[in-house]
Nanobody, 115 residues
Framework: QVQLVESGGGLVRPGGSLRLSCAASGAAFRLGYMAWYRQTPEKGRELVAASNYNRTNYGHFVKGRFTISRDRNENTVFLHMNNLAPEDTAVYLC??????????WGQGTQVTVSS
């Protein structure tokens, strides 16, 4: 059973930066797909950024402000977020796909952007 644990959320002022981390345990192999989603009551769940083997893709709202990266040898994924805005306030969730329709989700970490 794969478990995902996120860290790094918090309160930040507009224009500030945060780095989120997600560590996966219990996988017998390197997870090819790891991603960050975010969830709000108004918009539901939306993709923020995904790392799929050597490819990355981002939600349309990212506009170059965020970067997803992977630890080369570990099942760890990071999300570097710059120039944060109040509309980025959400619960950020880590996700991983282990094949055979096996999706795993973390508990989420709250990011609040406010002055």
């Amino acid at each position: 059973q794969v478990q995902l644990v996120e860290s790094g959320g918090g309160l930040v002022r507009p224009g500030g930066s945060l780095r989120l981390s997600c560590a996966a345990s219990g996988a017998a192999f390197r997870l090819g797909y790891m991603a960050w989603y975010r969830q709000t009551p108004e918009k539901g769940r939306e993709l923020v950024a995904a790392s799929n083997y050597n490819r990355t893709n981002y939600g349309h709202f990212v506009k170059g402000r965020f970067t997803i990266s992977r630890d080369r040898n570990e099942n760890t994924v990071f999300l570097h977020m710059n120039n944060l805005a109040p509309e980025d306030t959400a619960v950020y969730l880590c996700a991983a796909y282990a094949g055979s329709s096996s999706w795993y989700w973390g508990q989420g970490t709250q990011v609040t952007v406010s002055s």
